[in-house]
């Protein structure tokens, strides 16, 4: 469809971060543009059948958008972590915002707008996780993130997002991969930055040994380039290469060993503004339960003032917050425990022993645990969430069963993505208590 150019006018843009137009009645998604760009766009893929949208990718501007900037990365078009950076700042939030408000709008939920907190922002280079993906082919180790809407990968030499010590690591991550490992191997890495440094985890797609002298090469390597730690294998159960220092963050206020290639918020700033925006709804609540608690990001820093049950379905989450409370001594104030709670939900029964519940499922959501909270005596709930319609479905549930939201706070810790994070304080009259 390479010959197939046609002009359009990009009006908006969709929750990808596509610009969206139309040329005598069809309707163009088209990557890289900015709403109020005039474009010649190069069609690369019909509609599906039944469907009416075309895709498109830009190929001259004819008139530019005056929201229009020059993207500050290299790597912007190709690489799948951001999809705006060519839009001006005003225009991004205004984007975000809006994103925001339509999935609030869409599920019908009412929402006083002066509800809506200012943007909590975090500043470029400084995000402190990434996942990465790597393939060895021909002698050499691609590692970065996949392009858009491919598997293909995009070797990162910059970024304007990750922390810049982050960005240092990978030339010498692909240097040891190439030199340990087989060719037509892929996996990902995940780099965690912890308070004493790096933490890596390596995780190839498939089962694959390392003899001893990979183990010292890698070990090497940890103390070359002053990692926390290195560990290989799957996810679910990798192994410690190497531990060279506490993989510890202090804002646990615990000596609480993060498990590796641990989930954590994206920047040290959106945890930080999270837990301040919690210590303050949560007061003065006694017992508290933190569902999807992971390793009490959120919730065990008010083990000062609460008591604090976490409901997680990770092993190794839950194996470091245990060993973590039973070392400070604060098994009677702290607990976990491990439960899938999207097959599993703790129930309405469960949760009348709780002054308030912290909610911060994956990105799909969490309808069963949703409904069980608005069916519970709970009138105080946080809900979290890294994206807007999944926390729109939940929070119309909750919303439903006379809960209405008193603040909302967005932070942009996922910076130039479609991404957002979502932190919300809700509340319910006592008498609004439901039947069962």
Same mark, same amino acid.
């Given at each position: ?26 309707? =163009? ?22 469907? !009416? ?26 690489? @799948?972590?951001? #999809? ?26 009412? =929402?006083?707008? @002066? ?59 692909? #240097? ?19 308070? *004493? @440094? ?65 989930? %954590?918020?994206? !920047? ?8 301040? %925006? ?27 003032? !609460? ?9 190794? #989450? ?23 709670? *999207?097959?599993?939900?703790?129930? #309405? ?42 926390? *729109? ?20 810790? =996922? ?16 008498? !609004?208590?439901?039947?069962?």
């Amino acid at each position: 469809m390479a010959d197939q150019r046609t002009r359009v006018r990009i009006d908006r843009l969709d929750e990808h971060g596509e610009g969206r137009g139309n040329d005598n009645g069809r309707r =163009f998604a088209v990557a890289g543009a900015v709403p109020g760009d005039v474009a010649e766009v190069e069609l690369t893929r019909a509609p599906r059948p039944g469907a !009416s949208l075309h895709h498109g990718i830009l190929h001259r501007l004819l008139t530019p958008s005056p929201d229009r900037i020059e993207p500050p990365c290299r790597h912007f078009g190709t690489c @799948g972590g951001c #999809a705006v950076q060519q839009l001006s700042d005003t225009a991004y939030l205004d984007w975000k915002t809006g994103r925001i408000l339509d999935a609030l709008a869409h599920e019908q939920i009412a =929402f006083a707008p @002066g509800r809506l907190q200012p943007w909590v922002r975090t500043a470029p280079g400084s995000r402190r996780r990434v996942d990465l993906t790597f393939r060895l082919e021909g002698g050499t180790c691609r590692l970065g993130l996949n392009q858009r809407a491919s598997h293909s990968i995009t070797e990162i030499v910059e970024c304007h997002v990750l922390l810049p010590e982050l960005v240092r690591l990978l030339d010498p991550l692909r #240097a040891v991969l190439r030199e340990l490992l087989p060719a037509g191997l892929a996996g990902e890495v995940v780099i965690n930055r912890l308070d *004493a @440094g790096c933490d890596v985890l390596i995780a190839p797609e498939k089962a694959a040994m390392l003899s001893m002298e990979r183990r010292s090469r890698l070990a090497a390597f940890a103390t070359e380039h002053d990692l926390v730690r290195v560990s290989w294998g799957a996810r679910s159960d990798p192994e410690i290469v190497v531990r060279r220092l506490a993989p510890r963050l202090a804002s646990l206020e615990l000596p609480l060993e993060v498990p590796p290639g641990a989930f %954590l918020q994206a !920047s040290l700033a959106g945890e930080q503004a999270m837990q301040t %925006l919690l210590k303050r709804w949560a007061a003065p609540a006694r017992r508290v339960v933190d569902l999807y608690g992971g390793i009490g990001t959120l919730s065990l820093p008010l083990l000062r003032s !609460s008591r604090v049950r976490i409901v997680e379905g990770d092993a190794a #989450a839950v194996t470091a917050v245990e060993s973590a409370l039973r070392q400070a001594g604060l098994q009677g104030r702290g607990e976990i425990e491990r439960r899938d709670l *999207a097959r599993d939900p703790l129930q #309405a029964a469960e949760l009348d022993r709780f002054d308030l519940a912290i909610l911060d499922p994956p990105r799909a959501g969490a309808r069963a645990q949703a409904r069980e909270l608005a069916q519970s005596g709970l009138h105080r709930i946080v809900a979290v969430s890294c994206n807007p319609r999944s926390f *729109a479905h939940d929070v119309k549930i909750l919303t439903d069963a006379g809960f209405e939201i008193m603040e909302l706070v967005p932070i942009d810790q =996922f910076l130039w993505s479609a991404h957002i994070e979502l932190i919300a304080h809700l509340e319910r009259p006592r008498r !609004s208590r439901p039947r069962r």
